[in-house]
C-alpha cells in the first residue's frame, strides 16, 4: 500500500493537533468583572473644525469627501491629522502590523495624548497575539485608552496558533470586527479598506494591496462618530489591561513602549507622499493652508452592530451587506465591483441574475490565483464563475506585474517592483453612486465579520473611482471567457498585449498544480460561511 499524500497527512495532523489544542486549553477563559468606563467623542472649535468648516459651504449640513487612491499619501493623511490633532483621536482597526507604518502610527498616537489629545485605540484582537505589553505600554500615558475587540483567551503567538488553542470557543473567536475608521476631533475621518501596516501603504516586499480610502468632513464624521462610540462601549471591548498579566509599573511599561517606538516618525511617511493618480498633493499640505478640496455629497453611513460579534446571532446578512446589496439591486445601467475576496451567495447571485436579465452591465474585479492572499477563498471563488459568465457578469482578475506588460510600477506592480494584491472594497453604480468601506463580497464579511462602509450620491467621486480602474486596473487583468467553439465550454483568462493580439491561456495562469488540490481538498472541510 502506498504512502499517503503528504496533503491528507497534514490534514491527519492538523485535526490531531486542533483536538489536543483544544483539549490542553479548554480552561482559558477572559476576565469576568471588567470596568469599562463610558465615553463619548466630543465637539469643540479646535483649528482642524476651523479647516473643515472652511472646507465646507456655509450654513449648510452636508458632507465633504475626498478619495485617497495611493498608499503613500494615505499614510501621509493619517500622520497629518494626528498631529494637528488638538482634541480627540479615535481610531478602530482590524489589524495594526508591527513594522515601521505600526510604528509611526502609534508613535504619533502617543505623541498627540502627550500634549493633551485624548486617544481611543480600538482593535480587533485577532493579529495582536504579542503586543499585549506593548499596547499597554502605550495605554499606560496620559490620555490613552486602548481596548482589544472580542479578544481571545490565549494571548500569545502567532494566529493559527491562537486560533487553534481557542477551539473550545471557536463560535466566539470566529466573529472579527473588521471596520477601519480613523477620527480626528470629530471634524476630519478616513474609512475605507486598509489597515495599518506596510503592505497596506506601499512599502512592503514582496506584495502591497492595492486599496482605497476616503477623507470626510461634515456631517458624516458626526455619524462615523457615533458609530466608533458604539462600539468602544460595547460588552465586546476590553481595556487592555484587562487581559495583561504584568506587574510593571505604568511608568516602566511607557518606557518600554518609548523604546519600541521611538524609531516611529512620519519621515517614510512624507517622503512616499507626492502627487497622487488624481493629481491630488499631500493632505497636509491642505490642512496647513487652511482649506482641503472636497467633493460635496450626501452620505449614508453603513455599519453592522457590534453585537453581530454575539456567536449566537443568525447568519442573515448584516446591514452592510444588506446595504450593498440593495444598492447593486437598484442599478439601471451598470455595475462595477471590485472585492479582493469574492465568494457569492445565492441572494448575491440572483441580483446580479436579475441586473443582467434587466440589460444591466455588470463587472467584477477580484484576485487572480497568482495575486491573491487566500487561497482556499480563491479555490471558493472558483466554484462560481461558470455561472457568472453564464449570467453575463464580466469577470476580471488581478493579473500579477510580470504578466502585465502594460503595467505601470507605481500602480500594478506596487512600489519597488512589488506585487500588487487587489484589496479595494467598491462598488460604482450607474456612475451616481459609490459604496466604499470594510466589506468584501463573500460569507465572511456578510455574517461574521463586522463591517462598516458608505455610500456616497456623487457622480464626480464614482467617475473617478470608475475611471481609475478602467484606465489602471482593467487593462491589467485578466478577463476571463469561455472558450469560443467548443462543444464543452472551457474558461480562458484573456490578457493584454503589447501586440494587436490578446494573450490567451487555456488554463489557469500561474497554477500549481500539487497547491491546488491541496487546497482544493482543504476546502472539502472548510465551510465557505469561514472564507
Not at 489589524?95 to 502627550?114: K, M, P, T, V
Not at 468601506?437 to 467617475?463: C, F, K, Q, Y
Amino acid at each position: 500500500m502506498s504512502a499517503l499524500p503528504k496533503q491528507l497527512v497534514r490534514l491527519i495532523a492538523l485535526c490531531l493537533g486542533i483536538v489536543l489544542s483544544a483539549l490542553m486549553t479548554g480552561c482559558a477563559s477572559l476576565p469576568g468583572d471588567v470596568t469599562r468606563l463610558p465615553s463619548q467623542s466630543l465637539d469643540g472649535a479646535t483649528p482642524l473644525t476651523a479647516v473643515a468648516s472652511a472646507s465646507l459651504p456655509a450654513n449648510e449640513d452636508v458632507s465633504g469627501l475626498r478619495l485617497l487612491p495611493d498608499g503613500g499619501q494615505a499614510l501621509e493623511a493619517r500622520m497629518a491629522l494626528a498631529h494637528a490633532a488638538a482634541r480627540t483621536i479615535d481610531a478602530q482597526y482590524y489589524q495594526i502590523a508591527n513594522d515601521a507604518s505600526g510604528r509611526e502610527f502609534l508613535h504619533a498616537l502617543a505623541r498627540a495624548a502627550d500634549r493633551g489629545v485624548r486617544v481611543r485605540l480600538l482593535i480587533d484582537d485577532l493579529h495582536a497575539g504579542g503586543e499585549d505589553e506593548l499596547l499597554a505600554g502605550l495605554a499606560a500615558g496620559p490620555n490613552v485608552e486602548v481596548r482589544m475587540f472580542n479578544p481571545l483567551a490565549v494571548r500569545g503567538g502567532a494566529v493559527p496558533s491562537r486560533v487553534l488553542r481557542s477551539l473550545n470557543e471557536f463560535a466566539r473567536v470566529n466573529r472579527r470586527m473588521h471596520n477601519k475608521l480613523f477620527i480626528v476631533d470629530n471634524a476630519f475621518a478616513i474609512s475605507g479598506g486598509r489597515n495599518i501596516g506596510d503592505a497596506y501603504f506601499g512599502r512592503s516586499q514582496p506584495a502591497n494591496f492595492i486599496d482605497m480610502d476616503v477623507l470626510a468632513a461634515g456631517k458624516v464624521v458626526r455619524e462615523q462618530s457615533a458609530v466608533f462610540d458604539a462600539y468602544w462601549n460595547s460588552e465586546h471591548a476590553y481595556p487592555i489591561q484587562s487581559l495583561v498579566a504584568t506587574e510593571r509599573l505604568p511608568q516602566v511599561a511607557r518606557a518600554q513602549f518609548d523604546a519600541w517606538a521611538q524609531g516611529g516618525s512620519d519621515a517614510g511617511a512624507q517622503a512616499l507622499a507626492g502627487q497622487d493618480l488624481l493629481g491630488q498633493g499631500p493632505v497636509g499640505a491642505e490642512l496647513a493652508s487652511g482649506r482641503v478640496e472636497l467633493h460635496l455629497a450626501t452620505v449614508r453611513v453603513m455599519a453592522d452592530a457590534p453585537v453581530k460579534a454575539t456567536h449566537e446571532q443568525s447568519l442573515a446578512d448584516g446591514a452592510v451587506m444588506s446595504g450593498n446589496l440593495e444598492l447593486l439591486q437598484s442599478a439601471r445601467f451598470d455595475v462595477l465591483v471590485t472585492s479582493p475576496y469574492f465568494i457569492p451567495d445565492t441572494r448575491m447571485l440572483d441580483i446580479l441574475q436579475a441586473s443582467t436579465a434587466r440589460k444591466v452591465r455588470v463587472a467584477v474585479l477580484t484576485n487572480s490565483l497568482a495575486t491573491t492572499d487566500e487561497p482556499l477563498v480563491h479555490v471558493g471563488y472558483s466554484r462560481y464563475r461558470d455561472e457568472l459568465l453564464d449570467m453575463g457578469v464580466a469577470l476580471y482578475e488581478m493579473m500579477p506585474g510580470v504578466d502585465a506588460p502594460q503595467a505601470a510600477a507605481s500602480l500594478s506592480q506596487g512600489s519597488h517592483g512589488s506585487v500588487g494584491r487587489l484589496h479595494a472594497k467598491l462598488a460604482v453604480v450607474d456612475h451616481r453612486w459609490l459604496s466604499i468601506g470594510s466589506m468584501n463580497m463573500d460569507r465572511r464579511s456578510a455574517h461574521s465579520n463586522t463591517e462598516m462602509g458608505l455610500v456616497i450620491d456623487s457622480p464626480e467621486l464614482a467617475m473617478q473611482v470608475a475611471t481609475l480602474l478602467q484606465r489602471e486596473q482593467l487593462p491589467r487583468s485578466y478577463q476571463l471567457r469561455m472558450q469560443p467553439g467548443t462543444g464543452r465550454p472551457r474558461l480562458q483568462w484573456v490578457a493584454p498585449s503589447d501586440t494587436t493580439q490578446p494573450l490567451v491561456f487555456s488554463a489557469e495562469p500561474s497554477r500549481n498544480w500539487r497547491r491546488q488540490l491541496g487546497m482544493s481538498f482543504t476546502s472539502f472541510f472548510v465551510s465557505e460561511q469561514l472564507l
